[in-house]
């Protein structure tokens, strides 16, 4: 079985930064591709970014392109989100999740998930 505990989420100024942290455990970190996913009130959860198993390749949201960098540490079973630039529309609830497969952006391809931690940026 597979954990992954998120943390880093606060109340945050609209044109700041945080930086989300995801630490896992339970198998191998290497062996997976891992995944932010975001879920604001009343909508769909959805994608904002991905890198592989060694961290060569990342995917992003075009939403967050250019704002958001995703990254790795495969010695401390961390993944991490550095936001910047944060908008009010970036709040939400983050979650990380892990998969077996190419970066991609279908959350039906990640199994394992975690509880989220909450995101909110005030105007």
């Known amino acids: 079985q597979v954990q992954l505990v998120e943390s880093g989420g606060r109340l945050v100024q609209a044109g700041g930064s945080l930086r989300l942290s995801c630490v896992v455990s339970?198998?191998?970190?290497?062996?997976?591709?891992m995944g932010w996913f975001r879920q604001a009130p009343g909508k769909e959860r959805e994608f904002v970014a991905a890198?592989?198993?060694?961290?060569?390749?990342?995917v992003y949201a075009d939403s967050v392109k250019g704002r958001f960098t995703i990254s790795r540490d495969n010695a401390k079973n961390t993944v991490f989100l550095q936001m910047n630039s944060l908008k009010p529309e970036d709040t939400a609830v983050y979650y990380c999740?892990?998969?077996?497969?190419?970066?991609?952006?279908?959350?039906?391809?990640?199994?394992?998930w975690g509880q989220g931690t909450q995101v909110t940026v005030s105007s």
């Open positions: 890198v592989s198993r060694n961290g060569d390749i990342t």
């Open positions: 999740a892990a998969s077996s497969n190419w970066p991609n952006k279908s959350r039906a391809t990640y199994e394992y």
């Open positions: 339970g198998r191998p970190f290497s062996s997976y591709t």
